[in-house]
C-alpha cells in the first residue's frame, strides 16, 4: 500500500508555489541523504503538499514510502495504523504532513515514541497548509537558528523570566535548572524531532505565576475552530504552575478549554514555557502550527516532552496558547537582561 500511495503522489500536481518551501523541508531542515530511507504520512487534505514533498524526495534520490491515512484507518485515528509505525521501523526519517482531527492526540505520541526510541529525524508538520508552505516553510533558518542560539545562551543561564504585553500579560516563569532547554529552529537533529515551520526555544519551567492572556491563538483541535482571538482572547490565571481560572467573552471557547485542561491530572499543569524564534513569520494567522514560531512567548498545558526536557510527570494532553507583542526580560546572577521589546527581539545582530 506504502509503494501504491508513493505512485499516486508522483502523479498528484501540487502548485509551485509549494515546491520552495518543500525543498526546504528535505534539503535544508531535514538533511535528508540519498542512502537514506524516509516515512511520509499524510492525509487528503495535505495530500498536494504531500506530493511536493514527495517531488523534493525525489530530488534526493532516497528511499521513501507514503501513508495516506484515510486508506488505512478510519478518522479520528484511535490508534496510529501499526503499517505506518512498522515502516518507521526501518527509516532514518519521518514526516507527519496532516490535519489532525479531535482525540488523536494519542496516535501522534505513539508515533514519536518511535522517533524517540529510534533518535529518527522526524518533521512535525501538523495542520500544515498552503499558507504556511509559502509563509513560514520559506523563512531564513539560517538566519532563525542563529537567533535561536543567541537566546540559548541567555535562558540556559537563566533562574527567572518574566514577561508583560499591552493585553494584560504579567507572568514570571520561575526555572528547573534540572530541566533541559532544546532548540528547534527548524534545523532538526536525532537529538530532538521537530515542527515544521521551525523556530522556538523551549522548556519545562519549574513553575509560572501570574495572567496569561491569549490574544493570539489556542492549539490542538482548537485551533481550527476558534482561530484568531484579538477580538475575543482567553485570559489564563496561573498559580504554582496551574490554570486556577481562564475566561473569554467567548463561552464556548472559554467551555471547551475548561474542558481540555481537565482531561487527566496535569493537563491543567505548565508543561512547556518557549520563546519563538521565527522571524520570517510576521502575524499570526490561525494556525498553531506556525503562529506557536512567531516571536514571543508561548506556553502549553499539559505533557511537558519529558523524554527530552527531563520533567519526571506526564499528561496525556498538550495544548499551546499564544500571545502578541511580548515584553520579556531574563534574569541570571549576572543581573536582569531586557530580550525583547513590544514583540521584537534586541538581541539578534
Not at 484511535?78 to 505506518?84: F, I, K, R
Not at 490574544?215 to 481550527?224: F, I, Q, R, S, T
Not at 491543567?268 to 524564534?277: C, D, H, L, Q, S
Not at 506526564?314 to 541570571?332: C, Q
Amino acid at each position: 500500500m506504502a509503494n501504491e500511495q508513493a505512485a499516486r503522489l508522483r502523479q498528484t500536481e501540487f502548485p509551485e508555489a509549494f515546491a520552495p518551501g518543500a525543498r526546504q523541508a528535505i534539503e535544508t531542515c531535514l538533511r535528508v541523504e540519498a542512502d537514506e530511507k524516509v516515512t511520509l504520512i499524510h492525509d487528503r487534505v495535505t495530500e498536494t503538499i504531500a506530493a511536493s514533498l514527495a517531488e523534493a524526495l525525489d530530488r534526493v534520490g532516497c528511499r521513501w514510502n507514503a501513508f495516506l491515512l484515510e486508506d488505512m484507518a478510519p478518522r479520528p485515528l484511535v490508534e496510529m495504523p501499526a503499517a505506518v509505525l512498522t515502516d518507521m521501523e526501518t527509516s532514518d526519517v519521518s514526516i507527519f504532513a496532516v490535519t489532525v482531527q479531535r482525540n488523536e492526540l494519542k496516535s501522534r505520541m505513539q508515533m514519536t515514541d518511535v522517533v524517540n526510541r529510534r533518535r529518527m529525524r522526524h518533521a512535525h508538520m501538523v495542520n500544515i497548509t498552503p499558507e504556511i508552505m509559502c509563509q513560514g516553510m520559506r523563512a531564513d533558518y539560517a538566519r532563525v537558528d542563529r537567533l535561536s542560539q543567541r537566546v540559548m545562551e541567555r535562558v540556559t543561564r537563566a533562574r527567572r523570566i518574566r514577561a508583560t504585553t499591552a493585553a494584560g500579560t504579567a507572568i514570571v516563569a520561575e526555572l528547573n535548572p534540572e530541566y533541559r532547554w532544546l532548540k528547534t529552529s527548524g534545523i532538526i537533529s536525532r537529538d530532538k524531532w521537530g515542527n515544521l515551520p521551525g523556530g522556538e526555544c523551549f522548556t519545562t519551567p519549574g513553575e509560572v505565576n501570574g495572567r496569561f492572556v491569549v490574544d493570539g491563538v489556542v492549539g490542538d483541535w482548537l485551533c481550527a475552530r476558534y482561530g484568531l482571538l484579538a477580538d475575543a482572547p482567553l485570559t489564563i490565571e496561573i498559580a504554582e504552575n496551574r490554570v486556577v481560572s481562564c475566561t473569554s467573552a467567548n463561552r464556548e471557547l472559554e467551555a471547551d478549554f475548561r474542558a481540555y485542561i481537565a482531561t487527566d491530572e496535569n493537563s491543567n499543569r505548565v508543561g512547556e514555557f518557549a520563546i519563538g524564534t521565527n522571524v520570517g513569520v510576521e502575524r499570526v494567522i490561525g494556525n498553531i502550527l506556525q503562529d506557536e514560531k512567531f516571536p514571543g512567548i508561548h506556553i502549553a498545558f499539559g505533557n511537558p516532552y519529558g523524554e527530552h526536557t527531563g520533567a519526571p510527570w506526564t499528561s496525556g494532553t498538550h495544548i499551546d496558547v499564544v500571545g502578541l507583542g511580548f515584553n520579556i526580560w531574563v534574569e541570571s546572577e549576572a543581573g536582569e537582561e531586557q530580550m525583547m521589546r513590544e514583540g521584537r527581539f534586541l538581541i539578534e545582530g
